[in-house]
Every structure is written in structure tokens, then in C-alpha cells.
């Protein structure tokens, strides 16, 4: 259901919240979430474009969440990138259906708004590990560089 642009919007969101505010390149980011770089930058710019991100050329420079993880819901970065479709009227343009959805429709439409509703409740910090208004987050894997420091000489 959710396409593969938008996979891959998340997992760069994601990563970006669990690197608080430091900027991190498009190669950075695509060897962290697994995205070949070329196609992650238009994923980002598309994130820069819907307000969720934002870049900065030059030394020093990257892609950084444009406010903070805890402010921004999962479904803000969908909306950005490829909004989940909402059924307004009959698909397959029925007379009978203009006033109302048939109940096949009006079911999947109801499908939709849970998994909005779903994707609204949760932020990027939530699924990032960083602390938020949830406790039951999933951590996001550690920087490698940030592992290895930590692991010591010898304890890869």
C-alpha cells in the first residue's frame, strides 16, 4: 500500500531524528537507510519542499529535520511525499453512489482514515528512540561510526 518513494521518505525522516541536529549529507544518509544516494536526494528535496527537512550547501552542510522529531507526525512526512488516497465520491462514477459511498467503498475509505489516524498519532521521534510522548518506540540503529567508537578496538 505504501510505495517505495515513500519507504524510503521515512527511512531518511527517521534516520535525520535520531541525528538530532546534525546535518548529514545525502551519502551519509543513503548508507544508513540502505537507498541508493541519486534517487534519495529527490526524496529529499521532496521532504525539504513539504516542510519536514531542510538543507544546507557547504562544508558543514546537509539535510536536517526542519523542527523537532517530537513535533513532527509520521503522517506529515506521508503527506509530503505521497498522501494516503481518500475516497470522496464513487470511483467508478455510479449515479446511484453520488450522495453517498457504496458500503464497499465507504469500507476501504474507513480503512484509510484509520491508517491516517494512526500515522498522525505517531511522530518521528517515536520511531526514531528518541524520547517523545511514547515510551513503545522501535530505536533506530546506532551511526556506524558512532557504534564502533562506542565498541571499542577489537570488539566489532
Known sequence: MLSQTLEYALRAAVFLASEEST????SE????THVSSGYLAKVLQQLVRGGIATSQRGPGGGFVLARPAAEIAVLAVI???????RLHGC???LAEH???LCPLHRALDDAYAA?????????L?????????RSDHCAWPAHPAKKAARQGPGRR
Do not use: N, Y
Not at 503527506?79 to 488516497?85: E, F, G, N
Open 79 to 85: 503527506d509530503a511525499v505521497d498522501p494516503i488516497p
Open 91 to 93: 470511483p467508478l462514477g
Open 115 to 123: 491508517i491516517e489516524r494512526t500515522f498522525a498519532e505517531a511522530t
Open 125 to 133: 521521534a517515536d520511531l526514531s528512540g528518541r524520547p517523545s510522548r
Open 29 to 32: 544518509i543513503a548508507t544508513a
Open 23 to 26: 546535518p548529514r549529507t545525502v
Open 98 to 100: 453520488a450522495q453517498a
